[in-house]
């Protein structure tokens, strides 16, 4: 079974320039989840969608981060201007609808390095 | 949901035993421990969860106190591949995983 995956896995921009990353979650994962990586912390929750509908956003900068999933299948976040303080691993995640009720395993993805100058 | 509490680093020798402790002591009856870990450059990954029973699988075996403010992640032989930042989570109702600094476990040959 292939596992998440997401491009590009480095990225490096200067602040107030635009990107773009791309994640492909399982193969009948309903769920995907990105998640901002800060040097020395945790991951941190940015956005979780089931199928293609936002489930909780509560922690994505809105005034600069989108994210879409159209078709309910791969996912797009995008940093638009991006700042210093953005610099981070994005993290993709999937999980089935059966795994979420039962155990929240999620799947994660390699990550996308992002470096802001 | 809860939050957690883990020491920030821990050595092993190879071969031995690793026990990661875990300290949740405002956890609430319906939330469970979930311990992930992270190997450099890679993403997360899931090992093991338990609510009040003590749970074993392939990779791990997880044991709760019997109040549930602690928890105890065992690798029962620990090797160089083991080395990662393991995160002991507390999650509830929300379904939502929230990770906090973790345990840096470096296993030595």
């Known amino acids: 079974e292939a596992g998440v995956a997401q491009s590009p896995r480095y990225k490096i921009i200067e602040k107030r320039q635009s990107v773009a990353f791309w994640c492909n979650p399982i193969?009948?994962?309903?769920?995907l989840y990105w998640y901002q990586q800060i040097l020395g912390q945790g991951p941190k929750l940015l956005i979780q969608?089931?199928?293609?509908?936002?489930?909780?956003d509560s922690q994505l900068p809105k005034d600069r981060f989108s994210a879409e999933r159209l078709k309910g299948v791969d996912s797009t976040l995008k940093i638009q201007p991006a700042k210093l303080e953005d610099s981070a691993v994005y993290l993709c995640?999937?999980?089935?609808?059966?795994?979420?009720?039962?155990?929240?395993?999620?799947?994660f993805g390699p990550g996308t390095r992002l470096t802001v100058l | 949901d809860a939050k957690t509490t883990q020491p920030p680093s821990m050595d092993c020798a190879e071969g031995r035993a690793a026990n990661l402790p875990c300290n949740h002591s405002?956890?609430?009856?319906?939330?469970?421990v979930y311990w992930y870990r992270q190997i450099h450059s890679q993403g997360p990954q899931y090992i093991i969860h338990?609510?009040?029973n003590n749970e074993t699988n392939e990779m791990a075996s997880l044991i709760i106190t019997e109040d549930r403010k602690s928890s105890t992640l065992i690798l029962p032989h620990a090797t160089l591949r083991d080395t990662a930042v393991y995160y002991c989570?507390?999650?509830?109702?929300?379904?939502?995983?929230?990770f906090g600094t973790g345990t840096l476990l470096a296993v030595q040959p």
């Open positions: 193969s009948g994962h309903a769920t």
């Open positions: 405002t956890i609430s009856g319906n939330e469970y």
């Open positions: 989570i507390v999650k509830g109702a929300t379904n939502k995983l929230i």
């Open positions: 338990g609510l009040k």
């Open positions: 969608f089931q199928n293609n509908g936002v489930v909780d």
């Open positions: 995640a999937s999980s089935s609808l059966r795994w979420a009720l039962v155990q929240n395993e999620q799947f």
